[in-house]
């Protein structure tokens, strides 16, 4: 019996020892064999350099605990007839672990060689649908550029992985658009 506590033990301790504290700039919670476990803290700044915590997400539950409060503005939602109206929720669409977790993403441009050549610079706006379960489909670009920065803005939104967090209006999950813009800025020589 002693030995079957023991080993009981022992493996308790492997177990343990397997889970790991992570802690970040952009976030900190468990992992588990590489994978992140439990209740993870994602982080922003505020703009006076201040961290504060952005959004909480349970990844074992697969659900949003936390989120820091957002502009009350109307969002683009379907409704059940397929068609798109603006209307406030109780939260938008957010990407798990924040906009810190899509600045490694969007910072996969690259600049298209025409648009160096043209001297071309500004603001790309994408716009993305994500359904009811987190996954972003129709990316489209919204205000181009043009001289292949469209194109190159659409790659990237289309190669961000589905960890999205669905809108929501009341308790239920809703069709919604969410707009990210890619900034293409030659570096000054």
């Known amino acids: ?24 700039d952009t976030g900190s919670g468990m992992l588990d064999k590489g994978e992140k476990i439990g209740v993870w803290e994602y982080y922003a700044y505020t703009r006076d350099g201040s961290q504060v915590i952005a959004q909480k997400y349970d990844h074992t539950a697969k659900k949003l605990i936390f989120f820091r409060p957002f502009d009350d503005v109307p969002y683009a939602v379907r409704n059940a007839a397929g068609d798109w109206t603006r209307q406030r929720v109780t939260h938008p669409i957010f990407y798990i672990g924040s906009d810190a977790a899509l600045a490694p993403f969007i910072s996969k441009l690259n600049y298209p060689a025409a648009a160096q050549a043209k001297n071309v610079q500004g603001r790309v706006l994408v716009s993305i649908v994500v359904d009811t379960l987190g996954h972003a489909t129709d990316q489209q670009v919204l205000l181009g550029i043009g001289s292949g920065c469209d194109e190159e803005a659409l790659r990237v939104a289309r190669s961000i992985p589905d960890q999205w967090i669905p809108a929501r209006v009341g308790s239920r999950a809703v069709v919604s658009k969410f707009e990210l813009p890619f900034t293409f800025r030659l570096s000054q020589q």
């Open 1 to 24: 019996m002693k030995h079957v506590l023991l080993f009981a033990l022992f493996l308790l301790t492997l177990s343990a020892q397997a889970q790991k504290l992570r802690k970040t």
